[in-house]
Structure formats: structure tokens, C-alpha cells
């Protein structure tokens, strides 16, 4: 039953990913040293992420997310890497601040509404922030903007969830002038990690992104054709694939 409400979630997400009015005119692309000093501190090699230290350095957290909110994307004068790059450490960031409000909590889905329909009405719906002035929720940031904006898969390979079968997060900020390095290396640190893909030439047991979000890996072919992009070990084209069950738990 739980698996057919997240497949009817999944397929409403996609007939209705309506568009974002967020942004602003005339503003500059941001500085995201604060972050990227913050995640160097705060955030291990293997992604793993020390709450509690953020909750430390609150005030230089606070000053970041205000630089971010004060200065959204001018979707007419800032490149595709300059936006690309806002949004991921938006949501990264945002998601971060959404932890420590709740700190201690053994799962992001434990914050959020008393009543939780997967994907339709979550912690990831919660307008907890402003962009521009305009309220704002982690799930108008990834649906709204970069899936419906941006033809960019490997964006679900750097946003942060803040749980262990996440993609890690990455323990330094996105910046336009590294974005394509930085996705790049994304992809591959995440499709080649054995404890969320596992992988023989014959059949994979792939992480649930890659069925909860399907049509975003396969405008340009198959997705068995998108992971051997990437893959250290390439699947055949008739490798029977499943998908792991995902876990929630906190990734620190």
C-alpha cells in the first residue's frame, strides 16, 4: 500500500509541477564563501554532516541564508551555472537550517504535518523561508525550479535530503565556475557507491531515485544507457534492475 500511495505521489508531482515565481530583477550572483567555509568545517569527507556544529555557527549560517533570500536569481541576466548554482546551495543550505530548528530528530520526515501523504504533503512543503521577500518550500526550490527549469538531471545527485541514502553532501559549496566538475563528480561519487547502488553486469539494485524520478534520466535514452555514464562497472542493455529501500535516517 505504502509503495502505491509514493508511485500515485510520484506521477501527481509530475502532471503538476507548475511554475516558480521566484526571483528578482537587477540582483548580482551571491558569494557562497560563508557555506562553503561552513562545510569544509562541518561536513566529512564522506559526507556525513555534524549538526550540532551548525547549530554552533548559527549566526554565520543565519548571515548566508539572508545573503541567499536578499539576492534571488535574475533569471534574465545570471548564466545557467550562476542559477544552477544558487538553487542546489539553496536547498542544501535551507534543508540544513529545517535540521537544526528540529535538532535532535532521528529523520527529516519526522518534522512536517501531523498528516503526511508522501510527496504531496510533506516536511518538504513547508514554507519555512523567503526568497526575495516571497515564502518558500525545499520542494518549490527541486520541482519547481531545478527539474522544471533546468534540463539537468545530475541535480538530484547534489541536492541533500539530509538522510543516509541521500547523495552525500558535498563538504563545499556549488559555485558557477566549477559547476560542471562538481556535477560531474556528483554522479559519479553517488551511481558508484556500492552501499546505494549495487551493480553487476547482469542486474542492479539502484537507489529509489532513480525510479522515483525516472523521466528525468531518460529524456535522452534508457536509464540503463544513463547510468553506464557513468558506472565503473557497465550494465548490460537487458540487466534486470530493482531498486533499494530507502533510508530516512539522519545523515550525521
Known amino acids: 500500500m505504502m509503495k502505491l500511495l509514493i508511485y500515485l505521489s510520484i506521477f501527481l508531482i509530475n502532471l503538476s509541477c507548475g511554475s516558480s515565481d521566484l526571483g528578482q530583477t537587477g540582483t548580482i550572483p551571491p558569494s557562497h564563501a560563508i557555506f562553503n567555509t561552513l562545510l569544509k568545517k562541518h561536513v566529512s569527507d564522506q559526507g556525513k554532516v555534524n549538526y550540532k556544529g551548525f547549530i554552533a555557527d548559527g549566526e554565520q549560517l543565519d548571515a548566508y541564508l539572508t545573503l541567499l533570500s536578499s539576492n534571488p536569481p535574475d533569471r534574465e541576466t545570471w548564466s545557467d551555472e550562476e542559477q544552477l548554482a544558487y538553487w542546489i546551495n539553496a536547498y542544501n543550505a ?7 530548528n528540529h535538532y535532535p530528530v532521528k529523520s527529516i520526515r519526522d518534522i512536517g504535518p501531523t498528516l503526511s501523504i508522501p510527496l504531496v504533503n510533506t516536511v518538504w512543503h513547508l514554507e519555512f523561508f523567503t526568497i526575495g521577500g516571497k515564502k518558500a518550500s525545499l520542494d518549490e526550490i527541486e520541482h519547481k525550479i531545478l527539474r522544471k527549469e533546468f534540463d539537468e538531471p545530475r541535480i538530484h545527485f547534489a541536492i541533500n535530503c539530509a538522510s543516509i541514502s541521500c547523495p552525500q553532501l558535498l563538504n563545499s559549496a556549488y559555485i558557477a565556475e566549477n559547476l560542471e566538475a562538481q556535477l560531474e563528480q556528483a554522479a559519479r561519487s553517488f551511481i558508484n557507491d556500492v552501499k546505494l547502488n549495487t551493480m553487476q553486469a547482469t542486474g542492479a539494485e539502484l537507489s529509489s531515485i532513480f525510479s522515483w524520478f525516472k523521466s528525468d534520466f531518460t529524456r535522452n535514452g534508457g536509464l540503463i544507457d544513463y547510468i553506464n555514464q557513468y ?6 542493455k537487458d540487466a534486470k534492475i530493482s531498486y533499494k529501500e530507502y533510508n530516512w535516517f539522519l545523515n550525521e
Open 231 to 236: 558506472a565503473n562497472v557497465n550494465l548490460n
Open 94 to 100: 535551507f534543508t540544513i537550517k529545517l535540521i537544526i
